[in-house]
Every structure is written in C-alpha cells, then in structure tokens.
C-alpha cells in the first residue's frame, strides 16, 4: 500500500475542512474507519481547478476539464466501502474513469496496486500531474477504453466504474479474479449502485444505492 503521511502542500485551513468532511461522512452513514482515513489523508484540493480549490472539501461534485466532475466525496467513500466490506484490504484494483486522479490516490491507501484508465487523454495527463504531486507509486495510468478493461493486467481482485453502464459489460465481469468484487452505477434515467462478486459457481449481483453518473461510454478521445 501507499499509505500517505502528509502532505506539504496543506495548510491549517485545509486540514480543518478535511477533518470537518470526515465528519459529515460519518453522519452521512460511512462506517468504515479505513475508507475514513483513505479519505481523510487525501488532499483533494490539488486534484480540483484552482478556481474550485476553497469548496474542495464541500461534499458535493466540481467541474473539471472537457465537461467532467471530480466525484463527491460521499460517493466515492461509499462505492469504496461496498467494494471492501468483509476484506481487509482491496488487492489489486483497476479503476474505470481515473478522471483527474482522485479516487486514484484514495485506493492507493487500501490497493497492492491501482490500474487506472481513462479515455480522454487531456484528462489523464492532468491526472497523471495531479498523482506527481503525492509521490504515490504503483498507481499505473492508461488511455484507453474503459468498456474494455483492462486484459493485459488482468485478473483484479477489486474493479470500480466512475461511470453508468447501461448494462454491466462482461469484460469487467471476465477480469475480475474468484473471490473478486466489482461496484459499477447501472442504468440510465435511474440509476443504482451494482456489486458483483465472482465465485467459483459464477457472480453474484446486488443493487444498492441509488447515484446520478455520466455516461459509461466506448472509444477514446
């Protein structure tokens, strides 16, 4: 793991308002102590544009380059809290949509390892950038096609999708090692939470909360 134990770049501001977001998620119902502290020891301010970097630590999602947003943190603890329910920690993950690198860096505190794609390329050099930054090693970026996965690395133990699928594509399902989750939003309109567990006999699925995700979309740009 790439645990961080600090980070020169944050002030005492800074640290308060962090500590003040680990707090609403507690009250927001986040249980897991490791999520709150992979959370916690992010500073998710050098991962926002400069004009946004006073509401980093607001509970809510920011705009980025090419019409994307950097998750809100509710989001992101939660989706991480159901892919490490019942394990110690998350083993090798692949995350689909690495965006501005964010997420990244928070399962790096919990990952052997972090397999990161993204399909538009401006966006990963910023998160490769933004990742320079914590000196985090084992995070390994991509351009590419998230529908795809992520082959050549695989199988991961656990995979997380930053973007809604119509469907769960069996790619990610095909990628995932026995034993292995996956937590994906699905659907359109309405949209839910999925986890996908292999085992032995095949998966198993279970629905969850109920989120709002761009598009999970083919290709690269």
């Given at each position: 793991m790439n645990m961080l134990t600090g980070f020169s770049g944050l002030g005492m501001t800074s640290d308060r308002t962090r500590i003040r977001m680990i707090?609403?998620?507690?009250?927001?119902?986040?249980?897991n102590e490791q999520v709150l502290m992979a959370i916690g020891v992010v500073p998710r301010h050098i991962f926002v544009e400069p004009a946004m970097a006073h509401r980093a630590y607001e509970d809510t999602a920011l705009p980025l380059i090419l019409g994307q947003t950097?998750?809100?943190?509710?989001?992101?603890?939660?989706?991480?809290?159901?892919?490490?329910e019942g394990r110690a920690g998350l083993g090798?993950?692949?995350?689909?949509?690495?965006?501005?690198?964010?997420?990244?860096?928070?399962?790096?505190?919990?990952s052997k390892e972090v397999?990161?794609?993204?399909?538009?390329?401006?966006?990963?050099?910023?998160?490769?950038?933004?990742?320079?930054?914590?000196?985090l090693t084992r995070i390994r970026l991509k351009h590419g096609d998230g529908m795809a996965g992520m082959p050549e690395a695989a199988p991961f133990d656990s995979i997380i999708v930053a973007a809604a699928g119509a469907a769960v594509p069996q790619a990610l399902k095909d990628q995932l090692a026995i034993?292995?989750?996956?937590?994906?939003?699905?659907?359109?309109a309405l949209q839910e939470l999925v986890v996908i567990e292999r085992t032995p006999e095949g998966w198993k699925e279970g629905v969850f909360d109920a989120v709002r995700f761009v598009p999970l979309l083919p290709g690269v740009a």
């Open positions: 707090e609403r998620l507690r009250e927001q119902g986040i249980r950097i998750s809100q943190p509710y989001i992101v603890a939660r989706m991480i809290e159901l892919l490490l090798k993950t692949l995350e689909i949509g690495a965006g501005c690198g964010y997420q990244a860096a928070v399962l790096a505190q919990l397999y990161g794609i993204e399909r538009l390329a401006p966006l990963l050099a910023r998160a490769r950038e933004n990742l320079k930054q914590l000196k034993g292995g989750r996956l937590v994906i939003p699905v659907g359109s």
